[in-house]
């Protein structure tokens, strides 16, 4: 007569499963977990709607140019232009500046403008240029850069946030976060 195998260690299949459920309900947390926080960052870096009257505003705005002389955005009207708004303490927007950079290397015979906005401090600004000079120009934005920035989309206030205009001035492209050499590819073939 066959008897039915028993398991000499009873204790040790439930403790494996046991074990087993912990783990998917671990894994479950964490998928969770992961697609909250994609859903937040997504949130985050949502665009919202330009502000009425921003977008005609924004030419008729002087920045204060590290210089000291003041940089009219009229001056800039009628050829494709990449606003950027960046800080000194800002490492994604740090990171993006030498793409920004050749950006500006590769297309400034085409047409193209590049200004970096710094909303910072005037020495911060002037410090940290000496440590990686720029070919585009950088005009300081202060507490008008940053009203300006909510204006075209940017509710969050996060940084960096980057307008793309037409040469007509109006508004062709939005990004808050750091931009690409995609980004940059794919909106200078869309004008």
Known sequence: ?????????????????M?????WLLLGVGAVAGLGGAG?????LRVGAVKEGTSEALWNTRFEGLDGQALRMDALRGRPLLLNFWATWCPPCIQELPLLNAFYGEHRAKGWQVLGLAIDQ????????????LDFPVALGGLGGTELARGLGNDKGGLPFTV???ADGSISRRKIGQLTTQDLQYWSQSL
């Open 40 to 44: 937040l960052a997504a949130w985050r």
């Open 19 to 23: 074990a087993a459920r912990r783990r």
């Open 1 to 17: 007569m066959n008897r039915p195998a028993v398991n000499p260690h009873p204790e040790s299949s439930s403790a494996s499963a």
């Open 122 to 133: 005037p020495a911060n600004v002037q410090k940290f240029l000496q440590r990686m000079p």
């Open 164 to 166: 793309m205009f037409a």
